[in-house]
């Protein structure tokens, strides 16, 4: 059974940096493409940043530059580092498998509980 769980979310000014982390299991993690996707209050998804399963990375634009997406193979863990946080990046915050060659989905109907970050002062 597929699983991913998100953490790390929280409370932050401003300007400050949180790091999510998505412990994954249940599928071949090394071989499988990684995306952070976010929902804002009252909005739909957005997609974030994703990662190949060779390490290269691709970003939203909204992000770029302030975001740095990784991932621990061997832990079977992807995160997201992120920087320079404003409100406008207050939303839950989820990873996910993209099914298809495309980081900004479809993707595998298997999501965690997401993680909630709140940028406010």
């Known amino acids: 059974e597929v699983q991913l769980v998100e953490s790390g979310g929280g409370l932050v000014q401003p300007g400050g940096s949180l790091r999510l982390s998505c412990a994954a299991s249940?599928?071949?993690?090394?071989?499988?493409?990684m995306s952070w996707v976010r929902q804002a209050p009252g909005k739909g998804l957005e997609w974030v940043s994703g990662i190949y399963n060779d390490g290269s990375t691709t970003y939203g634009d909204s992000v770029k530059g302030r975001f740095t997406i990784s991932r621990d193979n061997a832990k079977n863990m992807v995160y997201l580092q992120m920087n320079s946080l404003k409100p406008e990046d207050t939303a839950t915050y989820y990873c996910?498998?993209?099914?298809?060659?495309?980081?900004?989905?479809?993707?595998?109907?298997?999501w965690g509980q997401g993680a909630q970050v709140t940028v406010s002062s």
């Open positions: 996910a498998i993209p099914v298809g060659p495309d980081m900004r989905g479809p993707f595998l109907g298997s």
């Open positions: 249940g599928f071949t993690f090394s071989s499988s493409a």
